[in-house]
């Protein structure tokens, strides 16, 4: 097939109609059940939502290339920046084709477009993520001559293995720093009052590995914070935030939050964990990840799989969830390439 006449056209998620934002559904679907193969799909209303709600401090490009037929979307590309005053030469950047229209300059296409909105935009660096299941990814980001700055993996959790007694030691353990730590919980919309504290807290969340990947701290507001988790409620999502605080000073020690979505009631996903260096080697960390799984097999029993996601260089949260009996599900990469080399690539085919 000759792809080069296929029409790649850009799409505001923000204000693309139903019809057409179903049809970028349909292709989001088709490449998330190549990635995660066992799972159920998302439905169509909660990406909806998504999308409907992205902040405003982030600005999101969208292209999509039509079949040629033009009745269904084949392959897109996304940018994304965020409007702060850090990373401000960094652009995320999202590429996906279905497999079947792969190795035929499309990937190539699309990349030169987004490099160009990177360019137009100021973002001389580009982060790209590649996903294990798509070997594919990788080789092309091998041939644009971009550089592996980060491995992970997405770890997972069957309840039904976990060390019930281990769980129940860990929570024991933990009585012992009661008298120092205050352990609480934010469930569903963080409160008002707090969210400059709650800000302030996910600022541990910079302590994390970022391999050799050429990116900043990131700092955001307590109205970002709150923009960030409304993306998550606004698709339905349970958001619980289990933190711990220092009865001495009031100060906050760290965190872990979790999201669980009734459309896939099996599933738990296990966002940020982060202890303050003052504060680790101290048992925080367990008692955080065990209250949580304590409390999520107590009230939302249909969970049966828990996962979370961490760079295999994050050895003291691996040593966590290796204990609790989390083990690899799938592998990604995220890449850099200079916004500059991937134009040079992409204009090699012109």
């Given at each position: 097939m000759n792809t080069s006449t296929l029409a790649i056209e850009s799409l505001d998620l923000k204000t693309a109609s139903d019809a057409e934002l179903a049809l970028?559904?349909?292709?989001?679907?088709?490449?998330?059940?190549?990635?995660?193969?066992?799972?159920?799909?998302?439905?169509f209303e909660e990406n909806l939502a998504r999308w409907?709600?992205?902040?405003?401090?982030?600005?999101?490009?969208?292209y999509g290339v039509w079949n040629p037929n033009h009745t269904a979307l084949i392959g897109r590309g996304t940018v994304v920046t965020v409007s702060l005053e850090e990373n401000r030469r960094l652009a995320q950047v999202e590429l996906e084709v279905l497999p079947e229209y792969r190795r035929q300059g499309l990937g190539k296409r699309l990349l030169g477009l987004l490099a160009e909105v990177a360019?137009?935009?100021?973002r001389s660096l580009m982060l790209i993520g590649t996903h294990g299941r798509i070997?594919?990814?990788?080789?092309?980001?091998?041939?644009?001559?971009?550089h592996k700055g980060l491995e992970g993996h997405t770890n997972q959790l069957d309840?039904?293995?976990?060390?019930?007694?281990?769980?129940?030691?860990?929570?024991?353990?933990?009585?012992s720093l009661a008298d120092d730590f205050e352990l609480g919980l934010w469930e569903?919309?963080?409160?008002?009052?707090?969210?400059?504290?709650i800000a302030a807290l996910y600022e541990v969340m910079n302590s994390q590995p970022r391999g050799t990947l050429q990116t900043e701290d990131f700092h955001f507001t307590p109205e970002q914070v709150r923009q960030l988790q409304q993306q998550i409620l606004v698709t339905g999502a349970d958001h619980w935030t289990l933190y711990v605080r220092d009865r001495a000073t009031g100060a906050l020690a760290g965190f872990t939050d979790v999201a669980w979505n009734p459309s896939r009631p099996e599933l738990l996903s296990q966002g940020n964990t982060g202890v303050f260096p003052q504060y680790r080697h101290r048992g925080l960390g367990r008692w955080l990840k065990a209250a949580m799984l304590d409390k999520v097999m107590r009230e939302r029993p249909p969970v049966r799989f828990v996962r979370t996601h961490n760079a295999d260089s994050n050895a003291a949260m691996l040593r966590i969830n290796h204990e609790l009996g989390f083990k690899p599900y799938s592998s990604s990469a995220?890449?850099?390439?200079?916004?500059?080399r991937a134009l040079d690539y992409a204009r090699t085919m012109r």
């Open positions: 970028v559904h349909h292709l989001f679907s088709k490449m998330r059940a190549e990635r995660q193969p066992d799972d159920p799909p998302i439905p409907r709600s992205q902040p405003p401090f982030i600005q999101l490009t969208f360019e137009r935009e100021g070997p594919a990814g990788e080789a092309f980001m091998e041939r644009v001559g971009g309840l039904r293995d976990l060390d019930r007694d281990l769980l129940q030691r860990w929570l024991d353990q933990a009585a569903g919309e963080y409160p008002e009052s707090q969210l400059e504290e995220m890449w850099q390439v200079e916004t500059a």
